[in-house]
């Protein structure tokens, strides 16, 4: 808890609406997405750099454990405060300072919504490649600090691949600038790429610069429906067998579907038991050749239809993919959400053995996701209150056994959090663990940022 002389500062260093100190007011930052709660002491909303560094170097001082955060899209508790502290929101640092076509950057801070900064940068034909499913409501703060990957990871790769510098606020107040806004640099060691998925343990990031890609002129997807899973997972392999790379390969197993419906008007017809939605991205003129050869590429597979959607039609085809999330507590109260990533050979094999597990245990599980990287969502649905959680549990140490046994690991774009925590002795050495510690001591000697998270 703070101590009156703590919440004074708190309140002289955040004037007005910039400190919330009721517990009333606080609990709505309390859990992000994982839906895992922690009563924060205070929540604050720093708006300057000023403000930022007096913060961590009271913090650091007083030993006070800050969790930063700003829209909560984490599913693995990356934003609770567990534990207690100051809940420090990036969401009054949201200016996109500059969006260069000469350089190919934009720079931004923490808070732009990721949606608002790809729309600033297709007005100037532009193009920020990282694409989560929460784009529309996540931040490049959060983006960053779990190095986020989403839809067009296949071809584009993630937010890792898009950070060319940042600037950040130790504890302690210190603040440091890293990288730049050129495309290559080796110079030193790239503390860039330490603090991308660091789920903010190693700093508060005050700024980031990114970098862009050319607009590119068309995007078309496909839409397939196959009789059986494995039909599905076999044409996504002829995909790739073809010599195609398209922007996204996401599928979808049947119970998946069915928790759709449950929320949306399918565009599958019924009876279709897996789905595979595919983007392809050029110029005008080579994007109809391009499907041709994607569908010539699907066909052996026999899939039970195919449907092309352009323009406000495909945008249609992937707003129903980000509603899986939702429809998920569709059919369960209680989600555990994994995001497990195996070599590509050896998707069929693992999605085949999490869904015999998920069926052993009893529990439906949704599996789903980034097909064409080998990450798959893993959702574990049950019931914790009618007495499931043990099992979900149980189930959820079996589907990393198998991950972890055709070497994969237990996550690829969102994180350890709390929820993996527990587990990652299990993915990492003794050593290598001991030196990421070792690492985080010299940003944060004191443990004060997001503490209990990640490693
Ligand atoms: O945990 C989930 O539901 C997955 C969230 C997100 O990464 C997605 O790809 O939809
Ligand atoms: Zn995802």
């Not at 067009?152 to 504890?171: F, I």
């Not at 129903?320 to 070599?343: E, G, H, Q, W, Y």
Request: hydrophobic share 40%; aromatic share 6%; glycine share 10%.
């Amino acid at each position: 808890m703070l101590t009156a002389t703590q919440k004074r500062f708190l309140t002289d260093l955040f004037p007005g609406d910039a400190c919330v100190l009721t517990p009333e007011e606080t609990c709505a930052f309390g859990a992000d997405s994982s839906r895992i709660f922690a009563q924060p002491w205070a929540v604050v909303r720093p708006e300057t750099l000023d403000q930022t560094r007096s913060l961590l170097k009271w913090a650091h001082e007083e030993r006070v454990p800050l969790f930063p955060r700003s829209r909560g899209t984490n599913v693995v508790g990356d934003c609770t405060p567990k534990g207690g502290g100051v809940v420090v929101s990036a969401l009054r640092m949201n200016r996109i300072v500059e969006v260069s076509g000469d350089d190919f950057v934009a720079v931004a801070q923490p808070g732009v919504v990721t949606a608002d900064l790809q729309r600033a940068c297709e007005a100037k034909g532009l193009f920020y490649p990282p694409d989560p499913a929460s784009v529309r409501i996540s931040t490049i703060g959060g983006n960053v600090s779990t190095n986020a990957g989403g839809m067009r990871a296949v071809k584009y790769g993630v937010t890792r691949d898009y950070v060319l510098g940042l600037e950040a606020v130790l504890p302690g107040g210190e603040v440091i600038r890293t990288g730049g806004r050129t495309h290559k640099n080796v110079v030193g060691l790239d503390l860039t790429r330490l603090f991308v998925g660091a789920e903010g343990t190693l700093g508060f990031i005050t700024e980031v610069t990114l970098k862009l890609l050319p607009r590119p002129e068309a995007s078309a997807s496909v839409l397939a429906g196959f009789a059986a899973l494995e039909a599905a997972l076999d044409a996504a392999r002829d995909v790739f067998r073809a010599g195609i790379l398209p922007v996204a390969m996401e599928f979808m197993a049947d119970e998946v579907l069915r928790a759709l419906a449950k929320v949306t008007d399918a565009p599958w017809p019924q009876g279709t038991q897996a789905v595979l939605l595919l983007k392809l991205d050029g110029s005008g003129e080579t994007l109809p050749l391009e499907l041709k050869r994607l569908e010539t590429a699907l066909a052996p597979s026999s899939p039970s239809f195919m449907a092309r959607g352009m323009g406000a039609d495909e945008e249609a085809l992937w707003e129903v993919r980000r509603l899986i999330n939702p429809a998920s507590f569709r059919v369960a109260p209680d989600k555990m959400s994994d995001d497990v990533t195996v070599p590509r050979g050896r998707v069929a094999e693992a999605v085949a053995r999490i869904r015999d597990a998920g069926r052993e245990a009893g529990l439906t599980v949704l599996v789903f996701g980034h097909l064409g990287d080998g990450n798959l969502h893993v959702n574990i649905m049950h019931d914790a209150a009618g007495g499931e959680g043990e099992r979900a549990r149980t189930l959820k140490e079996t589907v990393l056994g198998i991950v972890l046994d055709v070497g994969g690991t237990m996550s690829g774009e969102h994180g350890v959090g709390l929820t993996k925590r527990p587990y990652i002795d299990r993915q990492i050495g003794g050593r290598e663990l001991e030196i990421m510690r070792q690492v985080k001591a010299v940003f944060d000697p004191h443990g004060i940022l997001n503490p209990g998270k990640a490693y």
